[in-house]
């Protein structure tokens, strides 16, 4: 159960932060926390430019929810290009795959700041970030990236709260990582890959499906849906037209995962 008075700190702390007379770069992706982060650093009056990297690894839905909330927030962001898939490490997709992808991002931040004249570059972190097996919080140390709400201590569900309070969209937005997370590590990271596994979920979200991840192993779809939603699969016309859909896309075969979905399960490879 959340402590009100805890909170409130957290926020005080949070505010402190983002009131210093600093220019701050922000890595915006969209998502819960970025958003949040973007939202409070206009509500305390800061001097920021939000920068989102768009590249194959990232849904469309992604890049255009985070255009929209910065337009509907009236806050100065940009869009850039970022490179991981001119990486040969990163496209060799092995247990170090973000900490490649995260370099590049950071690199390209901080070269920005620079010729712009930006004090900071800061990104979403939070305090549930430290405690899962994330390669992409080595680069962000490496480059000393600040993450004021890791700083604060503000967990994910803290933010979701807060973000309801402020009236923001993305306070109930399912997480939503990047595409290249959907493929076994291992397995090199192509543009047809990714383009599979984009449909695949874009499709199944159509048929009601809001959380949805669709892992590729070589030519195998693995469909993870919330195990409260496994039972729908025992629809035939639905089960058939997914079967259909999913080979349509490229894949040989389609599979359901029994334990429903669960989020980062790739690291059981290297967790165990």
Not at 31 to 45: C, N, P, Q, T, Y
Request: charged share 25%.
């Amino acid at each position: 159960m959340m402590n009100d008075a805890v909170l409130r700190n957290k926020m005080e702390r949070l505010r402190l932060d983002l009131s210093r007379p600093v220019r701050f770069l922000l890595a915006y992706s969209g998502g819960v926390d970025s958003s949040f982060l973007l939202a409070m650093l206009k509500e305390v009056g800061s001097d920021f430019l939000a920068v989102t990297a768009v590249s194959p690894t990232m849904p469309a839905s992604d890049r255009n929810q985070a255009l929209q909330l910065a337009q509907a927030l009236g806050v100065a962001h940009r869009i850039i290009e970022s490179g991981e898939m001119a990486n040969p490490l990163f496209v060799k997709n092995d247990a170090d795959r973000c900490f490649h992808c995260k370099d590049d991002l950071f690199t390209r931040l901080l070269a920005l700041a620079h010729a712009e004249g930006y004090d900071q570059v800061m990104d979403g972190s939070t305090a549930d970030d430290a405690s899962d097996y994330r390669p992409g919080m080595r680069a962000k140390t490496l480059h000393g990236i600040h993450s004021p709400l890791m700083a604060a201590g503000l967990t994910k569900g803290e933010l979701r709260l807060e973000s309801q309070r402020l009236g923001l969209p993305t306070w109930n937005r399912p997480a939503s990582p990047c595409l290249s997370s959907r493929i076994s590590y291992g397995e090199p990271i192509d543009l047809a890959a990714l383009k599979m596994v984009e449909e695949a979920e874009k499709w199944l979200k159509a048929q009601g499906f809001p959380v949805v991840r669709v892992r590729k192993q070589h030519l195998t779809a693995r469909i993870e849906v919330p195990e409260a939603e496994i039972t729908r699969f025992s629809d035939p016309d639905l089960r058939h037209e997914t079967i259909h859909t999913l080979r349509q896309l490229g894949f040989q075969f389609v599979s359901l995962d029994l334990e429903g979905f669960a989020s980062g399960r790739l690291n059981r490879l290297v967790l165990k």
